[in-house]
């Protein structure tokens, strides 16, 4: 296997999928001449042409619009919004129509659609281009959500997701781009709603997925040196939430904290402590506790954003509270 960043990950399970499929087509902003916003689709525009390669207005209504248009005529587009948070402009699209279609025409119509979209802070980029909201897109039936911690598992969900007859938000972490990490080369298919243990463990079950699986992973190695063996469950899709690696870990561990970048209130983290509650109650041994997001807009200067960003050390006070 290569050791390949993310952002080459995303690009080869894009270019794999367009020469496999002469359906599959990618549009957005500045996807075509420039390369992306992140570079992602560098050199597409060269191979692939303009018409499969399309540079779009500055408008989100428009290009998810377009590209329902498009998946409902048998076309497989990749529509890519420069940041989720211009998503919001989109959502009527989205939630409304994207999302109900195939259910409103009695499964008549199949909308084979995925909106790549950037999520997530830590690049003093503002309150509203910083935000992490990724509950409100998973509230929605109809539409599955994806958030992948690991360059192996942005290449094999996003291909599972260009199969997919289903409309997909594939949220990509603006931080992860030049993770790297071992990735199985050619035809690669990760499937959609499985979650997976990423670290083993005993004390404790971590659950978590995108830029906090890194985090995570980090506040392990330190617990680790003192004795603690957390387990981490890796999400990796949101809907639909794959809780059966969840649940057995907890059976084992007993103890949970849910880590995510989002805020608590009504967040991915209060989602899977209830499930936790409702399908494992009998090996409760301790609340379950939620690691996220301080509860205010994403602060501009660097420290405050930080401070408000959930680290290592607060995933390890969690644990050790628990515990």
Do not use: C
Not at 59 to 68: D, K, P, R
Not at 298 to 310: D, G, V, W
């Amino acid at each position: 296997m290569a050791r390949i960043t993310m952002r080459e990950a995303i690009s080869q399970a894009l270019w794999e999928e367009m020469e496999r499929d002469p359906d599959v087509f990618i549009m957005g902003q500045e996807v075509g001449v420039w390369g992306g916003t992140y570079a992602v689709t560098k050199g597409f525009y060269d191979h692939f042409g303009p018409r499969r390669v399309r540079d779009t207005p500055i408008s989100e209504s428009a290009i998810v619009g377009a590209a329902i248009g498009s998946a409902l005529t048998g076309l497989r587009p990749v529509a890519e919004l420069m940041t989720i948070n211009f998503a919001f402009v989109a959502m009527d699209h989205i939630v409304n129509e994207a999302a109900k279609i195939h259910y409103m025409f009695g499964g008549q119509m199949v909308l084979p659609l995925v909106i790549r979209t950037v999520g997530g802070g830590g690049r003093q980029l503002g309150a509203t281009h910083s935000q992490t909201p990724d509950a409100i897109f998973a509230h929605f039936p109809g539409l599955k959500v994806v958030s992948p911690g690991t360059p192996a598992d942005a290449k094999g969900l996003l291909k599972a997701a260009i199969r997919s007859q289903d409309p997909v938000m594939f949220i990509e972490h603006a931080t992860l781009y030049q993770m790297r990490g071992e990735v199985p080369e050619g035809d690669y298919v990760v499937p959609i709603g499985k979650s997976i243990v990423q670290r083993p463990g005993r004390d404790v079950t971590i659950v978590t997925y995108s830029k906090m699986l890194e985090v995570s992973l980090k506040a392990a190695d330190k617990l680790s040196q003192e004795g603690i063996e957390a387990e981490i469950v890796d999400l990796r899709t949101l809907r639909p939430l794959g809780m059966e690696p969840v649940i057995e870990s907890f059976k084992k561990t007993n103890r949970a904290v849910v880590v995510e970048e989002g805020w608590p209130s009504y967040g991915i983290g209060a989602e899977i402590s209830s499930r936790i509650y409702e399908q494992a109650f009998d090996y409760v041994d301790a609340p379950v506790k939620r690691v996220a997001q301080k509860e205010v807009p994403l602060p501009y200067n660097r420290t405050l954003e930080q401070m408000a960003i959930p680290n290592a050390e607060d995933i390890i006070a969690a644990v050790k509270e628990v515990l």
